[in-house]
């Protein structure tokens, strides 16, 4: 069997997710999302965040995390905030 390419349908899926989070107003961005400890503006930051690295940059940031996959998701989610939920969501598109 030939390799699937997914691609495509990962790309047109944060799309549709981007599509639908572009309406919600700005106390929605703070809802508790279904991750513990995480609203849906930390969520949005961590998708982005997850859709820009590397393995390389995955294992340096593990390093210096100490090896907390915690820890380096607490940073990587600070680091992805950008202004409020909707400009936290426009900044994936930069990525």
């Known amino acids: 069997m030939g390799k699937i390419d997914i691609w495509p349908t990962i790309h047109t899926e944060r799309e549709a997710l981007a599509t639908d989070l572009e309406a919600l107003r700005g106390d929605q961005w ?5 991750c513990s400890e995480w609203t849906v503006r930390d969520m ?15 294992f ?3 390093l210096v995390s100490g090896f907390s996959f915690a820890r380096l998701q607490a940073k990587d989610i600070a680091g992805d905030l950008s202004g409020d939920g909707a400009a936290t969501l426009r900044a994936r598109a930069a990525a």
């Open 60 to 62: 340096t940031k593990l």
């Open 30 to 34: 703070s809802t508790p999302s279904l």
């Open 44 to 58: 949005v930051a961590h998708m982005t965040g997850t859709a820009k690295i590397t393995p390389p940059l995955f």
